[in-house]
């Protein structure tokens, strides 16, 4: 079996943390003459052989012979790729950046299949949501990539959502309307609900469940909740979104840590604030509305 040394790569340094205020920020901190897509495909294309080293390195796999040329071909078909995407008016985008990097992950998966390299043990949540990833070498988010890819991918995440859905103003005529004493919870997870209702109740709310768009519609077509909070992993939870900003009602977004362009998205449709998971949860109390 291989050891660490074999791979000749150091371990990945970890990126500064960069939190979004909200989503135009994205854009003011980058060079206003900067291409998002060019800055895309240039960051992508860079940070390609880094992260299979640093992946190979973590599981103690040698490289097999010829790996430079399987490096080579892989991070020729992600240029390719990633330029025929992002070709592509942003409508017609039918999948990210991030996803075109993982199947790229293809050369070198398939390279060590055929060395014989056993492969990587994987969690099963990680096994099911890239089941052709046999030694875990797709990243999971665009911050294993390195800052820079990082923000590219993010404003290339803003400038979809503004061009497929486009940000809702808010209706300020609503924010002195009467409210009912509820928080609306746009999801269908029981284990979410049962953390949420006992947070909620102590502040003296009820706790209401959207679960479909018919319930969202009712839910806003009359006296309007005092928060409503989006579970973006739920189908409906743009939509959600738009409308509750649009009624102008405070919307708090939540979903997966590793999933930044849905927290960078809620933003830019309206969500007062996009956090993740574990976070939401952890400032659940704080971020309810104070019961007079």
């Known amino acids: 079996m291989s050891t660490r040394g074999a791979v000749g790569a150091e371990r990945p340094r970890q990126w500064a943390t960069f939190r979004l205020a909200s989503a135009p920020r994205i854009l003011r901190l980058m060079d206003p003459e900067m291409s ?63 996803e075109v990097f993982q199947e790229a992950m293809r050369f070198p998966t398939d390279a060590l299949h055929s060395a014989g390299v056993e492969p990587a043990p994987r969690d099963e949540v990680a096994a099911r949501a890239l089941p052709g990833d046999l030694y875990g070498l797709a990243p999971a988010s665009s911050r294993d990539l390195g ?9 290339w995440g803003v400038q979809k959502a503004q061009a497929v859905g486009g940000a809702r103003p808010r209706n300020e005529g609503h924010t002195e309307a009467v ?3 509820a928080v609306a919870l ?29 319930a969202i519609e009712a839910g806003l077509g009359s006296v309007l909740p005092v928060l409503v909070l ?8 743009d939509d959600a979104i738009r409308a509750a900003a649009a009624a102008g009602v405070r919307t708090i977004a939540f979903g997966p840590h ?23 949860f952890k400032r659940l109390q704080e971020l309810l509305p104070k019961q007079a």
Not at 50 to 66: F, K, M, N, Q, T
Not at 147 to 155: F, I, M, N, P, V
């Open 36 to 98: 998002i897509d060019r800055d895309l495909v240039t960051t992508f294309v860079a940070a390609y052989g880094p992260v299979i080293d640093a992946a190979l390195h973590d599981r103690l796999i040698s490289p097999p012979e010829g790996w430079s040329a399987v490096v080579d071909e892989g991070a020729a078909w992600l240029q390719r790729a990633l330029t025929e995407l992002l070709d592509l008016p942003l409508d017609e985008q039918r999948r990210s950046p991030l």
């Open 147 to 155: 800052e820079d890819a990082w923000r590219a991918h993010l404003a």
């Open 179 to 181: 409210r009912r004493p």
């Open 186 to 214: 746009v999801g269908t997870d029981l284990m979410d609900r049962s953390r949420i209702e006992p947070v909620v109740a102590a502040g003296g709310l009820a706790l209401e469940v959207w679960r479909n768009p018919a």
């Open 230 to 237: 989006v579970d973006l992993t739920h189908p409906a939870a």
């Open 258 to 280: 590793v999933d930044d362009i849905a927290l960078v998205r809620a933003r830019s449709l309206g969500a007062d604030d996009a956090v993740a998971r574990s976070r939401f």
